[in-house]
C-alpha cells in the first residue's frame, strides 16, 4: 500500500502583486487560501510572523500574493531505500514510580517520547503491562534549539535595580542567549552589578529584511497623515512600511481609511526592572494554562504584560509579572521559582562526589580501653557533632542509593586543627569534587572554602549561619539570628491588635531590645536591677488589666529564664473580682537557657511560649524508623540535622549535578526537623532564610502554621 505524496509549488508570473486580508472569526489558513486561490504554505511564506497554520487570530492582518498561479505536481514514489534514521542517544534520565490509572500512552504524552523509547529503556515493558508501583527510567532527550545568526551586537550598561531577567525580557532573548552573549558572567549566581556592561543584540535598524518583526497591528490612517509621520511613530523606515503593505504603491500612494500592518509598539526598555515587575523563565513543555495557573495570574493579564505571547510561548522565553504577584509566588531576586519535587526530578546518571570534613578527633581517642573510648566520645561536644551527622548522613547515603543513585563519597577527620586539615587538604585534591559538607568549626571553614573556590566547588557549613569573611562559595545551613529574630517580629506585627508590648533584656541582648523597638516603637522596657534580675515592683506597675500583656525575655542565663516565667505565670490570672492579667510569653533568641532544669515547663506551657527555631522534631517519618533499625537506638538532633542536610544536597546533585544552578531554581525543601530555603549574597555566600515559628501548648511543642 503506497501513499500518494503531493509536492505544491509556487510559479508566479510577471511581477508579483498583493494584498492585505484582515482575518475573520472563524477562518483559517485553508479557507483564506482558497479564498485567494493560493497555497496555504505561501501565505506562510510571505508572513513569517505567523509560524503555523494554526497560530491566526481575528483582526490578523495577513499579506496575501494575489497573481500566483497555483500547481500541483503529483512526486513520484520512491523506489529507493529509505535513508537510515540516526538514533538519537538519551542526555540522561529520569525516575517515575507508575501511579494508579497510568497508562503508556499517557506516559508518552507526559514525557513527550516515544512508546518504543520508553520500553527501549525499560525492557519489562515488552513482556508485561504497566503497573502500579513500577520504577520507571524515563529517557531525556537533547532540545531542539533555533539557532540566532548574523546577530548585531551592542554594548549595554546595567542600571540600578536591573537584573539578567528583566534585561533578557527588555531585549527579547532567553538567559541562555544572554549568557552565550556574555561568557564571563558567572554561572553560580544571578548577580549583575550597576554600570557592568554586556554583549547584547543591537535593536535590528530601517529596512524590513533587518527588522526583528515579530508582532503586528492594524492601523488605520487618519486624515492628513503621510508615510513620514507614521514611520516616525511607529520606529520603522518608510521602505519596511511599503514592502509591509505593497497597496500603498498600487493605488498610488497613501490614502486616508487605508488599514495598514505595523509592528505592534512594544514598552520602552527603561521600564523594565526590579521595581516594576518580577519575572519568570518559561521551563520545556509548558502550555500557557499550565502557565497561568502556576503564576496565578489571568491570561489576558499575562498577555497585556507580555505582547510578544501572540506570536507562541516558547521554552527560555522571560515574562514579565506584576510587582504584587511576589506575595503569592516563591520569588528570589525578583524570578519566580517553580516548585520542583526533587523526588520525581532524579536523573539517575548523575553521580555526585562528595566529601565530609568532620572532627572525630580520632587523634584523642585511645581505642584500646573501651569504657574510656565511649567516656571520651560521650564527654566531648566535637565528637558527638561529628558522629551525629555522620551516622544520619549514613542514612541519607543509603535512602538515595535505594532511589538508584550512585554516589562517591570520602570522609576525613579534621581534628580541629588547622595544621592537620591542611595536610589533608594536600593530599586530596578538590578536583572533580561536587560539594564539600563540613567543616564544623568556624575557624577551619575559611581555609577549606578558600582551597574549593579554585576548583568552584560549594562547602556546607552544617552549623555555621555567618563568617566574618567573603566566603562567596559556602552554603550556611544554619538561619542567622537576625532572620529569626524577623520571622517572630513579622508575625507578632501581623497578629497583634491592642496588646501591650514589654520588653525584659539583660545588658548581653541590647541589640535584640533595639529590634524590638524599632518593630514596636510603643512597646515599654522593663528595669534591671544591679545584680542582673528583673526590678519586680516596677514590672509588676507595667502590667496592664485591660489589654492582654506580651512580654519578649532576652537572655541567654537560664535562672533568669526560671526566674522571669515564673514571675510571669504568677501574674497570669484574676488580680481582683471581675479584673485579670493576661499574659504570653515571647522571645527572638531561643537557647539552651530556655531549656534549663531550673525552667518550669509547665508555666512555659501556661504562657504559651512563643519562639523562633531552625529546628522542629516531627515525630515519626522515614528517617527515625530508618536510623533506629540501621543503629538500634532513636537520633539526637545531630543525626537529624546529619540526615536532611545530607540527603537534601544529594537530591540537588542527583537533580542537576551543580548546586550552585539547582539553588537558583529550588526554593525551599524541608525534611525530617530541618528546612533549607537558601538566598544568594554575591559579597558573603548562600543563607538559608527557613525556619519554624514553635509555641508551648498543653506541655507540648507544637509548630505555628502561618501561611
Do not use: C
Not at 51 to 61: E, G, L, M, Q, V
Not at 257 to 271: A, E, I
Not at 298 to 324: C, H, I, Q, T
Amino acid at each position: 500500500m503506497g501513499m500518494m505524496l503531493f509536492l505544491f509549488a509556487f510559479s508566479a508570473q510577471g511581477q508579483e502583486k498583493y494584498t492585505t486580508h484582515a482575518v475573520k472569526e472563524g477562518e483559517t489558513i485553508y479557507s483564506i487560501a482558497k479564498q485567494y486561490r493560493v497555497t496555504p504554505y505561501s501565505i506562510l511564506k510571505q508572513n513569517p510572523e505567523i509560524k503555523d497554520s494554526t497560530a491566526i487570530k481575528p483582526n490578523t492582518i495577513l499579506v496575501i500574493p494575489v497573481n500566483g498561479i497555483v500547481k500541483i505536481e503529483e512526486k513520484p514514489r520512491r523506489t529507493e531505500p529509505a535513508e537510515t534514521v540516526e538514533q538519537i542517544e538519551p542526555i540522561g534520565f529520569k525516575r517515575h514510580r507508575v501511579k494508579k490509572r497510568e497508562t503508556l500512552f499517557g506516559l508518552t504524552q507526559k514525557y513527550e517520547i516515544t512508546e518504543e523509547q520508553l520500553k527501549r529503556y525499560n525492557k519489562e515493558l515488552y513482556a508485561q503491562p504497566l503497573k502500579k508501583g513500577m520504577v520507571l527510567q524515563i529517557p531525556k532527550y537533547p532540545e531542539l534549539v533555533e539557532e540566532e545568526q548574523n546577530l548585531d551586537i551592542e554594548t549595554y550598561t546595567v542600571q540600578p535595580k536591573e537584573t539578567r531577567w528583566s534585561i533578557a525580557n527588555k531585549y527579547g532573548i532567553t538567559i541562555d542567549s544572554l549568557l552565550a552573549l556574555n561568557p564571563k558572567l558567572p554561572k553560580n549566581s544571578s548577580y549583575l552589578a550597576v554600570g557592568q556592561e554586556l554583549q547584547l543584540p543591537r535593536p535590528k535598524g530601517d529596512s524590513l529584511k533587518e527588522q526583528q518583526v515579530v508582532l503586528f497591528e492594524s492601523f488605520t490612517v487618519p486624515k492628513a497623515m503621510g508615510l513620514f509621520r507614521i514611520s516616525q511613530n511607529y520606529g520603522i523606515g518608510v521602505d519596511s512600511i511599503m514592502k509591509l503593505n505593497p497597496e500603498i504603491k498600487e493605488i498610488g500612494g497613501l490614502k486616508e481609511g487605508m488599514v495598514l500592518r505595523l509592528p505592534k509598539q512594544t514598552l520602552k526598555s527603561g521600564d523594565v526592572n526590579t521595581e516594576n515587575y518580577i519575572f519568570y523563565q518559561v521551563k520545556p513543555k509548558q502550555n500557557i494554562f499550565r502557565i497561568t495557573q502556576n503564576l496565578k495570574i489571568s491570561r489576558d493579564s499575562l498577555f497585556a504584560l507580555n505582547p510578544e505571547l501572540e506570536n507562541g510561548l516558547k521554552a527560555g522565553m522571560v515574562l514579565k509579572l506584576p510587582k504584587v504577584k511576589a506575595s503569592e509566588l516563591d520569588v528570589k531576586n525578583a524570578l519566580v521559582l517553580d516548585q520542583i519535587n526533587l523526588l520525581d526530578s532524579i536523573n539517575v546518571v548523575n553521580k555526585p562526589k562528595v566529601v565530609f570534613l568532620l572532627p572525630f578527633r580520632l587523634d584523642r581517642i585511645n581505642f584500646n580501653q573501651k569504657d574510656k573510648t565511649e567516656s571520651q566520645v560521650s564527654a566531648r561536644r566535637d565528637i558527638r557533632y561529628a558522629m551525629g551527622l555522620y551516622t544520619g548522613a549514613l542514612v541519607a547515603l543509603d535512602s538515595i542509593k535505594k532511589l538508584g543513585v550512585s554516589v562517591d563519597v570520602a570522609v576525613h577527620d579534621t581534628q580541629l586543627n588547622l595544621e592537620s586539615l591542611k595536610s589533608t587538604l594536600q593530599q586530596h585534591s578538590f578536583d572533580g569534587v561536587d560539594a564539600v559538607v563540613g567543616p564544623v568549626s568556624p575557624n577551619l571553614l575559611g581555609e577549606v572554602a578558600l582551597q574549593a573556590a579554585n576548583y568552584d566547588v560549594p562547602v556546607i557549613a552544617p552549623f555555621a549561619s555567618k563568617s566574618q569573611l567573603s566566603l562567596k562559595n559556602v552554603f550556611f545551613s544554619n538561619p542567622d539570628d537576625e532572620i529569626l529574630r524577623k520571622r517572630v517580629l513579622d508575625y507578632v506585627k501581623k497578629m497583634r491588635t491592642t496588646e501591650s508590648i514589654i520588653i525584659i533584656a539583660d545588658e548581653k541582648h541590647q541589640s535584640a531590645k533595639d529590634s524590638i523597638l524599632a518593630a514596636f516603637p510603643m512597646a515599654r522596657v522593663a528595669k534591671m536591677s544591679k545584680d542582673g534580675s528583673l526590678h519586680l515592683i516596677d514590672f509588676q506597675a507595667m502590667l496592664s488589666e485591660q489589654q492582654e500583656n506580651w512580654v519578649f525575655v532576652e537572655t541567654d542565663k537560664p535562672n533568669l529564664v526560671a526566674s522571669i516565667s515564673s514571675i510571669l505565670n504568677a501574674s497570669n490570672g484574676p488580680v481582683e473580682e471581675g479584673d485579670e492579667v493576661k499574659v504570653r510569653m515571647f522571645t527572638t533568641n531561643y537557647n539552651t537557657a530556655f531549656e534549663g532544669e531550673s525552667v518550669s515547663r509547665p508555666h512555659l506551657s501556661n504562657l504559651k511560649f512563643m519562639f523562633p527555631s531552625s529546628y522542629r522534631e516531627k515525630g515519626s517519618d522515614d528517617f527515625l524508623k530508618a536510623y533506629k533499625r540501621k543503629f538500634g537506638h532513636s537520633p539526637d538532633r545531630f543525626a537529624v540535622r546529619g540526615f536532611d542536610l545530607t540527603f537534601d544536597l544529594l537530591l540537588k546533585l542527583a537533580h542537576k549535578k551543580n548546586l550552585f544552578e539547582t539553588s537558583r531554581i529550588i526554593g525551599k525543601t524541608e525534611y525530617s526537623g530541618y528546612n533549607f530555603d537558601y538566598y544568594y549574597d554575591w559579597t558573603a555566600g548562600y543563607f538559608n532564610k527557613a525556619s519554624y515559628l514553635m509555641q508551648y501548648d498543653q506541655l507540648r511543642i507544637k509548630e505555628i502554621e502561618t501561611e
